[in-house]
């Protein structure tokens, strides 16, 4: 029998924790030191690399995706050596999608030649804004020269080159937006990932805005008109949305987080990493340690990079699913998940269907367009626990 992870597929994502400096906005599990044993790491990553190997024998394995941190300060003989260990470790899709992000400075781009002869095939570039000025209030280190030079040099490497773009910034207004998405689609390859700045706990900005020191943000209105205007701009240019935050031409979707929106397996490797794999008919939800240097060193002694493996119950399988699934713009086939008898949850999508918020079709739930921007109110009617 077809086991339900199959519908999305099997991926592997390994976490690089490390950054130049830490941008303000970022919440991600990314630390900025003086030295990093590359070799050290390359170790550990190939260790996990066997371990999970055993667990998951004869997968065919779709996609790996180099996360962060900022991968492409990695060497690119340890990307090189990690994806020798992948090939040697799983049956290969035919067009597996190796995915590397990388932030467009020129140093880091002289290395693209390296990961390109290492076997990465997709480049995901951080370029967050295309004005100076911005750049630097979100912390980042490139110039709009810098990022534009990286890029072209991408361009000419690899296949497949995405960006990053985040809007709803500091005193942005809907026309300023419109310009630097047009900018940005002018040169655009095949797929963008267009973010709306978000505040988060933790952060340089999250205690900012906490002191009342973060100005000028876009009211709510605003954002959701700049979410409008994204969409339509982008379906003009042939990108549609296919994603909340992300935009393709047809056929260049990003195959590894597909695998997440589906509800597919895949397992994470490195600090802070998380997975979900289904072994012997169960689902579990694994993660690893944190910290960088606390990981390494339990790979080290232990052999085993996790710090917690959980089973999932099938109520939390369904929460999941509507989670990633509702995310896409072709929706969730509730028919993957046992549904009989939840009058609850069924009551909850009929009165979103009569309010015009989602669609529920041959067992496919999809959000309509009004839906879209106010994912997260949905899901906490869907969800109450969310």
């Known amino acids: 029998m077809t086991e339900d992870w199959e519908h ?49 024998r004869g997968r065919v394995l779709r996609s790996v995706f180099f996360g962060g941190g900022t991968p492409s300060l990695m060497d690119p003989d340890v990307v090189a050596s990690v994806l020798e260990a992948v090939r040697r470790t799983w049956p290969i899709a035919n067009n597996l999608e190796v995915t590397l992000e990388a932030n467009p400075t020129s140093v880091e781009a002289g290395r693209f030649a390296g990961y390109r002869d290492a076997g990465v095939n997709r480049v995901s570039m951080g370029i967050q804004a295309l004005n100076d000025a911005d750049l630097k209030r979100l912390g980042r280190l490139h110039s709009v020269a810098e990022a534009m030079t990286a890029f072209d040099v991408a361009r000419g490497i690899f296949d497949r080159v995405s960006f990053d773009l985040i809007y709803a910034r500091q005193g942005q207004s809907l026309e300023d937006w419109r310009s630097e998405l047009q900018q940005a ?149 509730l028919s993957r998940l046992e549904l009989k008898g939840d009058e609850s949850l069924f009551n909850k999508i009929s009165y979103l269907t009569e309010i015009d918020m989602v669609s529920f079709d041959h067992d496919r739930l999809t959000l309509t367009q009004a839906g879209r921007p106010i994912l997260n109110a949905i899901l906490r009617e869907l969800l109450p626990d969310h």
């Open 8 to 56: 999305g597929g099997f991926g592997l994502y390994i976490h690089w924790p490390f950054c130049q400096a830490k941008c303000p906005y970022c919440d991600f599990n990314s630390h900025v030191v003086a030295q990093i044993d590359q070799k050290a790491w390359e170790k550990a990553y190939l260790s996990e690399i066997a371990r999970i190997g055993e667990e998951t």
């Open 185 to 333: 689609l002018d040169f655009a390859v095949d797929h963008l990932s267009l973010y709306q700045l978000t505040i988060e706990d933790g952060t340089a900005f999250g205690d900012l805005y906490a002191r009342g020191r973060l100005r000028d943000l876009p009211e709510d209105d605003l954002t959701a008109d700049m979410y409008l205007l994204t969409q339509d701009m982008c379906t003009a240019a042939g990108m549609a949305g296919y994603e909340i935050s992300n935009h393709a031409r047809c056929g260049a979707e990003s195959v590894h987080n597909m695998i997440y929106w589906r509800y597919g397996d895949y397992a994470g490797i490195g600090p802070g990493a998380h997975g979900r794999l289904t072994l012997a008919g169960q689902r579990y939800a694994i993660e690893t340690p944190l910290a960088p240097m606390e990981w390494l060193s339990q790979v080290r002694r232990t052999g085993r990079g996790e710090g917690v493996r959980e089973a999932l119950d099938l109520a939390t399988q369904r929460s999941e699913l509507l989670l990633m699934g509702l995310r896409l713009f072709r929706g969730v086939d």
